[in-house]
């Protein structure tokens, strides 16, 4: 089994078919498009050396190359490590070190980002800007077939944060991915030929996995001109593609309903509006069937499970004579076909309807486990289910209701944050005695980071301060919005900081 396949099948069977295309221009059909990948695949195979199982990272804003190498990765055999652009250079450079990538594909302002960075890690061989000329004369190369390999072979390493403040990297296997792709199918929405998947989500995320059922498909990835998400710029690209679907987080969703130009849209081409990645408010997406129509469709998933734990698909958010609907359009929905989701008590022991308890998930598109980490392998995947952390409990009909999440993630924006990072970073100055980092509801980003900070004795340091020593450090998504200076943190007798209690302090104080 390889993903590579997948367009190997399109480029001889839809050749002349719409495969990528840059703002309302297509820019390759699927016959070119499978061509360039080969070709790639050749460069990254004969020219750089690479052997089976080498990883190749991608560290881009949304743009074309990131599709072509992504899928050239696969036709050559090697695992590709697609990273969120935003991050600090820092934390970058931890990833790169970490996953011993050999080769780092970036886009122009991120390669002179990182480049400082990147010049003393022992195993990459180099970075390249896709922008560059030298980047062209890989295009040289004569094609080659698709690598052989088998279903568990590694193909995308998905790092995302854990709770010791280091990002773990999942392991997905071409299994993983073409079981992820059929769930969307048989889960989450249709997809036919001529169908397209507009990408204003990065690409390294959600919106990248979610090009697979479309590249399965025959549909068209499109790319805005501007790489990210712009709602004016999203509004006037529909016209142009017809059967357009979009994965947004959220707080995307919303900005999307809210804004202006919503008004005198044309959204006949609008299919799907997949949302994933944190939670919708009742009321905004009641306001968005309202101004949308039946378009919404919703998925739960984890890094460790791309895309697959459970979905509510458009006819369950169209079911308005259900007399439990409310409820329903509050839950995750139910579990996707082929993976077991159940909700246990602390051994893990099945808990009926109704009672609360952690999310569990196995089947095929759980993770293989964690790069170089088999301690957090064996705690992530006890007795053959993954562990995801979040709580929730099912109803009767098996609808899935998520309740809060164990490990104190901060969702915002669609961003996972986790707190530890955050607490690292803040630590690390000299005036901190001790801070904790909570999550606190926000109404257009879903959550907000609230830092408390206990100083040294005599210490003094302002806020502004304390926000450029973040930035020094961690993604300016993950810094703090609020700084509350305290005597001391609240704690039990165990001295565990009591998180519980400075949610309290933080909803008192507004």
Not at 386 to 391: E, K, V
Request: hydrophobic share 40%; aromatic share 8%; proline share 6%.
């Amino acid at each position: 089994m390889n993903l590579a396949n997948l367009l190997v099948r399109a480029g001889r069977g839809r050749r002349e078919a719409p495969a990528v295309a840059v703002g309302a221009a297509v820019l390759w059909r699927y016959g070119e498009l499978a061509e360039r990948v080969a070709r790639l695949a050749a460069a990254l195979r004969q020219a750089y050396g690479l052997a089976q199982g080498d990883r190749v990272a991608l560290v881009m804003r949304n743009c074309p190359e990131f599709l072509e190498l992504l899928y050239a990765c696969w036709h050559a055999g090697l695992a590709a490590v697609p990273i969120n652009a935003k991050l600090h250079p820092r934390e970058l450079r931890f990833i790169l070190e970490h996953s011993g990538a050999k080769l780092c594909f970036a886009t122009p302002g991120e390669a002179a980002a990182i480049g400082a960075e990147t010049a003393s890690l022992a195993d990459l061989r180099e970075l390249v800007d896709v922008h560059a000329p030298a980047y062209q004369r890989l295009l040289r190369h004569d094609p080659i077939n698709p690598a052989g390999g088998g279903p568990d072979d590694l193909a995308w390493l998905f790092y995302t944060s854990g709770t010791t403040g280091r990002p773990k990297g999942a392991m997905l296997s071409h299994r993983n991915l073409m079981t992820m792709s059929l769930c969307y199918f048989a889960d989450v929405d249709s997809i036919a030929p001529g169908d397209c998947i507009l990408h204003a989500a990065p690409l390294s995320h959600g919106s990248g996995l979610y090009g697979l059922p479309h590249l399965a498909a025959g549909a068209c990835q499109v790319i805005p001109e501007s790489g990210g998400f712009d709602p004016a710029e999203l509004f006037a690209l529909l016209p142009a593609h017809p059967g357009t679907m979009l994965f947004a987080a959220p707080t995307m969703a919303k900005r999307l309903i809210e804004h202006p130009a919503a008004d005198e849209a044309d959204m006949a081409h609008l299919k799907t509006v997949v949302y994933g990645g944190g939670p919708m408010y009742l009321q905004d997406l009641k306001n968005g069937q309202a101004r949308f129509g039946q378009v919404f469709a919703q998925i739960y998933g984890q890094g460790e499970s791309p895309m697959t734990i459970t979905a509510l698909d458009k006819a369950a958010h169209a079911d308005s004579g259900h007399p439990r609907h409310e409820q329903r359009l509050a839950s995750a929905g139910r579990a996707q076909t082929a993976v077991e989701v159940r909700v246990a008590d602390p051994e893990d022991r099945a808990l009926p309807p109704g009672q609360l308890g952690e999310v569990l998930v196995r089947g095929d598109s759980v993770m293989l486990g964690y790069w170089n980490d088999p301690a957090a392998t064996a705690e992530a995947l006890k007795g053959g289910w993954l562990h995801t952390g979040d709580m929730g409990l099912f109803d009767e009909d098996g609808f899935l209701t998520l309740k809060d999440r164990s490990k104190d993630l901060i969702i915002s924006g669609g961003a996972n944050i986790y707190p530890r990072e955050v607490e690292e970073a803040l630590q690390g100055h000299d005036q901190v005695q001790e801070c904790s980092v909570i999550g606190r509801p926000h109404p257009e980003w879903g959550e907000e980071v609230v830092a408390f900070v206990v100083l040294k004795p005599d210490g003094k340091v302002t806020e502004s301060k304390l926000d450029a020593h973040c930035l020094e450090r961690i993604a300016r998504f993950k810094r703090p919005k609020s700084y509350r200076f305290v005597e001391a943190l609240p704690k039990n007798n165990y001295g565990k900081i009591l998180k519980t209690e400075l949610r309290r302090w933080a909803e008192q104080a507004g």
